[in-house]
């Protein structure tokens, strides 16, 4: 393609078919136009150029140029200066390579769209959340893809819209704010980003001015200068999650490789998210093993382990700036009853609302933990007086006393708390625990609901209840206990009427031993049960064993402690021992506690009435120290009452226990139910209640309990009422 022109008209003077063509003209259009018209430039410029040509002789150079119908090209032009008759001619030999060009910059756009998914890949290296990812991800598409914006939407939880998760570009801000609505009758959920969502399919806009479908868009594309645009579904496992958008201020910045790229990075998001997800459920599940080690799996509490850690911090950091702390042992009272008789469930629920109580009643600067199965230990930081702890046991103890709900009743729950005080009573964390725990036993054995501080006293007594303990847990094997049988009298006719037997433990180590010592302990360490099974069997044995001596049949007491009542195998205990030594229920009494009684009436209400089912004679024991009501007391299926020792100790001298004696034995008949005084030891005990009407008594005034052969012979030198 040549084309000459004339430096001094700066028209042309020739051009040949190829520059015909070129221009899309014929040699008559090309010769009126202007070659600055052209080259899209003025004439001063293109005639200052060529002087360059004419001074140089030749020059190449590009320039845009356009053609007859207004389309604009690229050129390298090869200039010449010839002079012809005396004028500068410039002869131009054209060579369009706008193609060239293009492929030109399509290579660099490629180069850079492919630095870009590097940069991406690099992104997807560093993120630690996929927040972050997203936005290294824009960052990196933006700089390396020489893009105008990137930008990362996610669908929002109720799918109805996409919002920007992550933006870059100059107007990153803007596009921050766009919200898409997918809804397609909404004009603005037809454009580009939210087809591609809904058909999950890439939408690619060439000319942002042009396109229809970003025709609700168009402004604020405008306003960011977007002249051509792409969006790439994001999808995760199967599901369409959000878009990725890429404008560009040129028009057809996307071709077909671009948007395979374009893609690629999309693919490395997803597996970058994925990946991170992976990571995030493999730390949460890390986090989930450590937090089953260090915490109680019912109450979720800490648990013992992560305790002790946290009392060696507390012991160090105390020590450091020289601080006090206190340590309170909390331990349920009669939690064993309690799911004993109620079963683990309702034990269960039991722990978990105590726990919440204290985790409730303690600053969050201390901690609760569960360190066994009714034992929790709460470490209270920082206090500056042992008031500070007393203060805490006080709140939690009436805190633990509100009702609880259990199997839809309410039930009173209380406890004994223990406290020990760092560095007065212990420097280190095994004899901090234990001192706390020493306490609580203290306050255990001060009649529970209550709290005590560690004392030095405490030890020695602590070491003489772990010396019991160890010795009763064999007493059973080593055959060390025995019954006594006490007499029991009519008051009007003085005939013995019954007899109770009375556990006694010969210790080969401690040597006597009394109920009163060790029936407690007994309890609480549950061996109740298998002692309370011995007791019944040997006096139900003993009991016929009298008769084949010739004995007139005599009914049997026999004591059941609170754990025993709520022994679920009570019943069918009951029938086996009573075939098993053949003795009739009617001569078998059970003398159970007011309290164990009113502890839970409706359950006791049941029990007793299988109990009387069978045939056996029930009696309150302890009667006038449990607070029972009329009304209760005429629904319970007893048979006698039996007033309490401390109220008959005093009777010829005090008037109010003269008045609660006359009360229960009105009470008693009005109930018709046989009223029988324990601890008579006087005869103007025995004289007032005789007045009183009461039925029968039994104290030392007549007999003490004595063993198998003293009784055999109290009952052969006396005048018995048969039971049968
Ligand atoms: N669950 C069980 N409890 C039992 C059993 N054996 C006894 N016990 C209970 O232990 C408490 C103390 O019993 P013990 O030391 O045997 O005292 C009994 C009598 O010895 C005593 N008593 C009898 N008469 C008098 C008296 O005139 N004065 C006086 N000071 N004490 C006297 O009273 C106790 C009998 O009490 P009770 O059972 O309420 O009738 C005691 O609570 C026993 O119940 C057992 O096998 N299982």
Redesign the pocket.
Do not use: C, F, H, M
């Given at each position: 393609m040549v084309f000459a022109i004339d430096r001094e008209s700066m028209r042309f003077v020739y051009a040949n078919d190829g520059a015909c063509e070129l221009i899309g003209c014929d040699r008559h259009q090309l010769m009126t136009m202007s070659p600055h018209e052209l080259l899209l430039t003025d004439a001063e410029t293109l005639a200052s150029q060529y002087d360059e040509v004419i001074e140089a002789g030749g020059i190449t150079t590009e320039s845009r140029s356009r053609t007859y119908d207004g389309r604009e090209t690229i050129v390298e032009l090869h200039r010449q200066a010839q002079l012809v008759d005396g004028r500068w001619m410039i002869v131009s030999v054209v060579n369009d390579i706008i193609k060239r060009k293009r492929a030109e910059f399509t290579r660099d756009r490629m180069s850079r769209m492919y630095a870009s998914l590097g940069a991406t890949n690099e992104a997807i290296l560093r993120a630690t959340t996929p927040d972050d990812l997203y936005e290294q991800v824009c960052e990196a598409a933006l700089t390396g893809g020489g893009m105008l914006i990137a930008c990362i939407m996610r669908v929002t939880a109720d799918a109805s819209r996409l919002t920007v998760t992550a933006t870059a570009g100059v107007n990153g801000a803007v596009a921050r704010d766009l919200t898409v609505p997918l809804d397609p009758s909404h004009p603005e959920g037809r454009g580009l980003v939210a087809q591609c969502f809904r058909e999950c399919r890439q939408q690619i806009c060439d000319d942002y001015m042009q396109d229809p479908r970003v025709a609700p868009w168009r402004n604020v594309g405008a306003k960011m200068g977007i002249r051509s645009a792409a969006a790439v579904p994001i999808v995760k496992a199967g599901e369409t999650i959000g878009v990725m958008l890429l404008a560009a201020d040129h028009p057809r910045a996307f071709d077909e490789e671009g948007v395979g790229l374009l893609n690629r990075m999309v693919d490395n998001v997803v597996f970058a998210l994925e990946n991170l997800e992976h990571e995030a459920q493999r730390k949460a599940g890390e986090k989930h093993i450590e937090f089953l080690a260090t915490h109680d799996s019912l109450t979720h509490l800490p648990n013992r382990t992560l305790f002790n850690q946290s009392l060696s911090m507390a012991i160090e950091s105390a020590r450091r700036y020289r601080r006090s702390f206190a340590l309170l042992f909390i331990d349920l009272d009669r939690f064993k009853t309690i799911n004993d008789s109620l079963g683990h469930e309702a034990g269960d629920q039991l722990l978990i609302q105590i726990a919440e109580r204290l985790s409730l009643a303690v600053r969050a600067s201390d901690m609760v933990a569960r360190i066994g199965g009714d034992e929790f230990v709460i470490l209270v930081n920082d206090i500056q007086q042992p008031e500070d702890a007393a203060k805490l046991a006080r709140t939690i103890l009436s805190k633990i006393l509100e009702p609880v709900e259990l199997q839809g009743q309410e039930y009173r729950i209380t406890t004994s708390i223990g406290i020990a005080i760092y560095p007065d009573d212990a420097l280190d964390a095994s004899s901090l625990l234990k001192h706390a725990d020493m306490a609580m036993y203290r306050a255990k054995e001060e009649g529970k609901n209550t709290f005590e501080f560690y004392s030095a006293q405490l030890e020695s007594r602590s070491l003489k209840r772990i010396k019991l303990e160890n010795h009763l847990r064999q007493a059973l094997e080593h055959d060390e206990f025995e019954?006594?049988y006490?007499a029991k009298i009519s008051l009007e006719n003085e005939q013995i009427i019954g007899v109770?037997?009375?556990?006694?433990w010969h210790s080969a180590e401690l040597g006597e031993v009394?109920?009163?010592q060790f029936?407690p302990l007994a309890?609480e360490i549950g061996l109740?049960i298998p002692?309370?099974r011995w007791?019944l069997q040997t006096?139900c044995e003993q009991n016929m064993a009298w008769q084949r001596q010739g004995i007139p049949p005599l009914r049997m007491?026999?004591?059941?402690?609170p754990m025993?009542f709520a022994d679920h195998q009570l019943v069918s205990h009951l029938e086996s021992v009573l075939e098993r030594t053949g003795m009739p229920a009617s001569l078998l009494e059970l003398?159970i506690?007011e309290t164990a009684v009113m502890h839970d009436v409706g359950r006791a209400l049941e029990l007793l009435a299988q109990i009387k089912r069978l045939g056996v004679y029930i009696s309150i024991?302890?009667f006038g120290t449990g607070y029972s009501s009329l009304t209760q007391l005429r629904d319970l299926p007893v048979d006698s009452l039996?007033i309490?020792?401390s109220f008959?100790?005093d009777l010829s001298s005090n008037i109010t226990d003269q008045s609660i004696a006359r009360a229960i034995i009105t009470m008693g008949k009005n109930l018709s139910l046989n009223v029988i005084a324990?601890?008579?030891?006087t005869a103007e005990q025995q004289s007032f209640l005789r007045e009183q009407h009461c039925d029968d008594m039994?104290?030392?005034?007549f007999s003490?309990?004595g063993s198998h052969t003293a009784f055999a012979d109290l009952v052969r030198s006396h005048r018995v009422r048969k039971a049968l």
């Open positions: 019954l006594a006490q109770e037997a009375l556990l006694r009394t109920p009163t029936l309890e109740i002692i309370g007791v006096a007491a026999v004591n059941l402690s025993q003398e506690t024991d302890d039996k309490d020792r008959v100790r324990e601890g008579v030891e039994q104290g030392y005034y003490r309990p």
